[in-house]
């Protein structure tokens, strides 16, 4: 039976280590490319994204709903919120966007008057994004 050795030996092919450790330079360098990438695309996408905490709200009447919350946000970007009101069943009675000014504090907060068609059993931050 014959190797692989003994054809290589027979045909004159040689491995060569330069070669191998070229093949996983590459494949290094590959791998580093990609996580660095990675590792920027998550930076840059955290960095520039708004959070809001809800800290509570109150039903003022059959036609409004204060709600408190608190966003954090990218210094120095503006910031727009949509406030939602919603029933005891779940449907939304109440709608409200509000946008804030660029401010070089990182976590603020707000309390916003959300006008409602009935009445609201709660009060809420929908979503907040830079504009």
């Known amino acids: ?12 092919r040689t491995r060569s280590p330069r070669r191998r450790v070229l093949g996983w330079s590459v494949v290094g360098v590959l791998a580093l ?22 800290t509570g709200f109150t039903v003022e009447s059959d036609r409004s709903v204060t709600a408190t ?36 504090e990182h976590s603020r907060a707000f309390t916003e008057t959300i006008p409602t068609l009935s009445l609201a059993t709660t009060g809420f931050v929908n979503a907040c994004w830079v504009p």
């Open 33 to 54: 490319g990609a996580i660095g990438y990675l590792g920027w695309t998550t930076v840059a996408s955290s960095a520039a994204s708004v959070t809001a905490t809800d």
């Open 69 to 104: 919350f608190q966003i954090t946000a990218p210094l120095d970007q503006p910031v727009a919120c949509a406030l939602e009101a919603r029933d005891e069943d779940h449907g939304t009675v109440g709608w409200r966007v509000v946008e804030y000014p660029a401010s070089e």
């Open 1 to 12: 039976m014959t190797t692989h050795a003994q054809l290589d030996d027979r045909y004159g």
